[in-house]
RNA sequence: GCGGGUGUGGUGAAAUUGGUAGACACGCUAGACUUAGGAUCUAGUGCUGCGAGGCUUGGGGGUUCGAGUCCCUCCACCCGCACCA
């Protein structure tokens, strides 16, 4: 009987289906795992060899833990709402509602086929008005929250307004303005407007001001991926930076806590760094400076306080406010000039470009708060306004980029190091001693730091300060395909539909996405959704016509996947309550810092609120490494139609030409398939090596582009779904990106044939009820403890070696027996589902091999009780002795040196040291 | 530029705690079986050397009886950098 993949998959999928195996409920008696993979965007191109990975890693662990006796959730759903849908809708006329429909199907049929044993009946659609109706609802939440530093938590705003009427802000200071000061009296006289204008200062959800890409030539705010070398992507025309109203969360807010959780999570170290530096907490001081000739002053983040005397000048940023009013008319046209400059940089381009030195004096000087000596006031686009105060104070001798400015522009340095600074180059290292400072001289830079603070207290110039370099997070979009908020502006005062003051609309969420014709920007930059008229002028205001980001809808959907369908709430208490924070989930690095932030933030915020009962997301994350494609190449003769092998390519000038991969075989290229692919190469001739043409390959990104694309359903077909599944783990660990070749997997398909054969030979099913041997049931065994041990720390691709060590050696010993295959045809299920049913049925078992449980292993099969030890002489393995485990050393040392190997090696030196490590290895060392 | 990651045969990789480097596969070579082979099986395959042996985990240095693994330093590539998701 051969193994008829296709015949197999097909009737077990088609079981799978309708006995509904796979659906998870949420009462049981069983211990829960919740398992999560980061739901993918499902976008036009479909699904490629490289995006199932993680897919296929999850659902081996979810099979695995279902048989190992857990009620195992293990969801799937499309993270629908994105920029793509909507730029194909402006080219193509087609709604996004359509295309994402499309594509989700797309995507649903090639991840059917590949034999997932998601629960279908959870999906979600953050698209689709019955789940954006929740993420609406949240955003209203933090809309109607505040965060209280006392309690470290949010509360809501309705609290904070009690608190004011009683005591004012007196012990709430405000987070967006701490100058902001103002008693219970002052309180009760604002009017209406001034009251909400103070409240949105604390809301969690809050409107504000943003730059942003804008490019008048498109008549659209674009995104930064959209801009390319400082002009828009499309159409390459230039792009500025534009101020407008924008919703932000206060995410800042949960800094402190976002950092000190994580030591509770099992994330990698590298994720967890990744996000601490994102954060970026650093301890410093926050030092005011007053201007010579000006009422204003300027106050600096600084995380050097120590340095205070060898500040030699103050840079602020271009965009600061203060520019305009501190800068001298002398140099009022260069600042200007230079500001013209800076809003056509990208914060990118500022912050790498650092050997390009630029900046514009302001013509005014500040007073030293300590020496009160004069200092040059700066601009310069190396200061970023959104980090800090947007200013800083420059110490040339201690910071790089200081260094350099002062050099640019022959600003005189002062050296506060002595000789630890060389004139060449700044002393930016922690160690060592201040100097020419005043009282800090001769201090090291721990003591200086404290004692500058204490100065700068005392001289009501400045205080130690705890800064982050995470800024609140932008919530806004100017794009039609996200969800619409649930927000109305009453004049100009933005309200939530569910409050009182909001009249003659429908209150509750969802907002839903009105359909429109076309998608193209509204007015002033803002979102299509200003073109609808109809829809944004309501009886009780005009609503918000921006749409929310994309993160909006993945930062809470784990929570919905408890509960999917629940139209009272996100998800019932009794449903997170039992399945809690998600126990796995596995996804790509590239979210390190966005989306898995966002998450932790909402999560956070939703249980200060008293919505769930914990408050981290993802308790385990494991990251997937990402599939590269393997371009391959053709090399034309420069000028001609005659393309060259690789091997012969340098006997000639020639050109590189990418061919698609699905042309060649390995490296041979199909060169009557090549003549077809396009019209000017159907003339095409070939200097060919050995008779056949040798392409050239090279690893890039998978990407249509490079027409290296792989589509799984190509690979399914022509192996099978389990060899897919098999050998995506096989390539490698699951963390380390990889390239793709289809060449490989033959290795795993003749793997899971010679499995086949253990079971079948031409006639039939060849099990026999004999005993097993030791010898049979020793690799058996060997290969139940190694899977389950490789399964739990995910090194899948071990796991697959295992299989086919064990499948070599049970074929070797000639092994038909029960006894050893019905064990086996269950520990292979989470690889090969389909063929591991397969085998359960035909071995006369009733039931899905998923109902199984994985078997366990015996240890006296297990452990051995002698050990070949590399015998080395000075570190060099010369021989090879067995030993019992339990041998006495000295007998071990005995037998060694007497051992005529060793002799020889020892070449008559006399033993120094006899190093014996029980089960590793032996070394005499001479 | 900053932050994080990765680097081992011709290729994908293994080595779980500092202890025999290259398991398991792909590819390649030779052979068997076969009407046929893109089926199956057997043997070989890091480099170098006739051989004993020597060399070998991106480069250089260090710690150790012993380093792919730890430390220092340099290089290359990949990911992220706040409006792609």
Redesign the pocket.
């Known amino acids: 009987m051969e193994y008829n993949f296709r015949e197999i998959e097909k009737n077990w999928k088609k079981v799978w289906k309708d006995t509904d195996i796979y659906k998870v409920t949420n009462d049981t008696s069983k211990p829960k795992f919740y398992i999560l993979d980061m739901f ?2 499902p976008s036009g191109a479909g699904l490629h060899v490289g995006h199932p990975l993680g897919y296929i890693a999850s659902d081996i662990y979810a099979r695995f833990k279902r048989m190992k006796g857990f009620n195992v959730l293990h969801p799937m759903g499309y ?1 629908a ?4 849908a909507e730029q194909y809708a402006l080219e193509t006329g087609q709604h996004p509602t359509v295309t994402t429909e499309k594509n989700i199907a797309r995507y649903r049929e090639q991840l059917d086929n590949i034999g997932f044993c998601y629960d279908w009946s959870r999906e979600v659609r953050t698209s689709d008005a019955k789940y954006y109706k929740w993420t609406q609802w949240i955003f209203l939440q933090l809309f109607h929250s505040w965060y209280d530093r006392t309690a470290n938590k949010a509360r809501p705003i309705s609290e904070l307004i009690g608190i004011f009427e009683q005591e004012g802000n007196l012990n709430n200071p405000c987070p967006a303005d701490d100058e902001l000061q103002f008693d219970a009296d002052n309180w009760n006289i604002y009017t209406e407007q001034g009251r909400r204008d103070i409240l949105m200062q604390y809301r969690i959800a809050y409107l504000s001001y ?1 730059e ?2 804008w490019c008048e030539a498109l008549g659209t ?6 801009v390319v070398n400082g002009v828009s992507e499309r159409g390459g025309h230039p792009v500025e930076k534009k101020r ?1 109203r ?1 919703w932000f969360l206060r995410i800042t807010e949960y800094a402190e806590r976002l950092i000190s959780s994580l030591d509770t999570l099992d994330w ?4 967890k ?2 996000q601490r ?2 954060i ?1 907490k650093s301890n410093g001081a926050e030092v005011t400076f007053h201007l010579d000739n000006s009422k204003e002053d300027i106050t600096v983040f600084t995380t050097r306080p120590d340095t205070i005397f060898g500040v030699d000048f103050l840079v602020v940023a271009p965009e600061h406010e203060i520019l305009n009013a501190i800068t001298t008319p002398e140099q009022k046209a260069e600042v200007e000039k230079y500001q013209q400059y800076v809003k056509s940089r ?3 381009e500022r ?4 050997k390009q030195v630029s900046g514009a004096f302001t013509g005014t000087y500040a007073i030293h708060p300590l020496s009160k000596k004069p200092i040059p006031v700066w601009t310069a686009e190396y200061v970023l306004a ?2 800090g105060t947007g200013a800083i104070m420059a110490v040339p001798s201690g910071d790089d980029r200081d260094h350099a400015f002062a050099k640019h522009f022959s600003i005189p340095i002062t050296n506060i190091f002595g000789e630890l600074y060389n004139g060449e180059e700044a002393y930016s290292a922690k160690d060592g001693k201040i100097e020419n400072s005043d009282f800090l001289s001769g201090l090291t830079i721990k003591e200086a730091t404290l004692k500058a603070i204490d100065a700068l207290v005392a001289s009501g110039a400045g205080r130690g300060k705890v800064n982050y ?3 609140d ?2 919530f ?4 039609y395909w ?1 969800e619409p908020f649930p927000i109305v502006y009453i004049g100009d005062v933005p309200y939530a539909i569910d409050e009182d003051a909001v009249q003659g609309i429908d209150k509750n969420t969802p907002v839903e996405l009105p359909m429109v014709e076309n998608y193209k920007p509204g007015p002033e930059g803002q979102g299509p959704l200003a073109n609808v008229t109809n829809w944004v002028n309501t009886k009780a205001g005009h609503r918000e016509t921006n749409t929310m ?3 909006a809808g ?1 930062s809470w959907y784990f929570l919905r996947y408890m509960d999917p369908h629940n139209d009272n709430e996100f998800a019932s208490k009794e449903a997170t309550s039992y399945w809690r924070e998600v126990d796995l989930y596995i996804g ?8 898995l932030l966002y998450s932790r933030m909402w999560t956070k915020a939703l249980y200060d609120l008293g919505h769930i009962s914990f408050d981290e997301p993802f308790k385990k994350l494991v990251n997937q490494g ?1 599939i590269q494609g393997s371009s391959r190449f053709a090399y034309r003769v420069h000028g001609t139609n005659k393309y060259v092998s690789h091997g012969l390519r340098k006997e000639y000038k020639v050109d590189d030409l990418r061919v698609d991969v699905a042309m060649v ?2 490296l041979e290229l199909d060169t009557e398939a090549f003549k077809n692919w396009r019209p000017e190469y159907a003339d095409a001739e070939f200097i060919l090596e050995d008779g056949k043409y040798i392409c050239g390959a090279e ?1 890039e ?1 998978m990407s249509k582009s490079k027409y290296n694309v792989v589509n799984p359903d190509d690979i399914v077909t ?1 192996y099978g779904a389990d060899t897919f599944r098999m050998y995506e783990m ?4 699951i ?5 793709w ?1 289809t ?2 997997i ?6 899971l ?2 499995l086949w ?1 253990l079971y079948f030979d031409e006639s039939g099913l060849i099990v026999t009820d004999e005993p097993a041997t030791e010898a049979e049931l020793k690799i058996l065994h060997k290969t139940i403890k ?1 899977i389950g ?2 399964i739990e ?1 995910f ?1 899948f ?2 796991s ?2 295992q299989f ?2 064990c ?2 050696e049970l ?2 010993l000639n092994c038909h027996k029960r006894e050893v295959l019905e064990k086996l045809a269950v520990i292979i299920c989470p690889f090969a589902p389909h063929m591991a049913e397969e085998l359960w049925s035909k071995l006369g078992k009733s039931g899905s091999v998923i109902t199984a449980d994985f078997p366990a292993y015996e240890d006296k099969y297990v452990t051995e009780n002698t ?4 015998v ?1 002489v ?5 021989a ?1 002795m067995e030993f019992a485990l339990d041998a006495e050393p000295a007998d071990v040392e005995k037998e060694v040196l007497a051992d005529p190997t060793i002799i020889k090696w020892m070449e008559g030196k006399d033993k120094k ?1 006899f ?1 014996y ?1 029980k089960g ?2 032996i ?1 005499v ?1 001479v």
């Open positions: 993918p965007y993270d709402f994105g920029l793509p943003a942003v890409w705010v674009l995104a930064n991926d959209e407008m924008q990698s170290d590298a994720m760094e990744m530096n994102w970026g990208s914060e990118r912050m790498s470009e650092v959104g980090y370099r995470l800024r997070a932008g806004s979009r100017q794009r996200g980001p994309g993160y993945s790509g690095t590239e979210h390190a810092v966005g989306h990402m075989d390995g690893v990104k022509q096989f390539l490698g660990p963390d380390v990106s990889k390239p070749d060449k490989g033959e290795g795993v398909h003749r793997f044939k010679k054969r190694k041990d490789d720390r090194s691709n071990t697959v070696s086919m060590i499948v070599n074929s070797t050990k070949k030890y590399p080395a000075n570190g060099k393995t010369r090879e040291k190093i490590v590793k290895m070394n060392v």
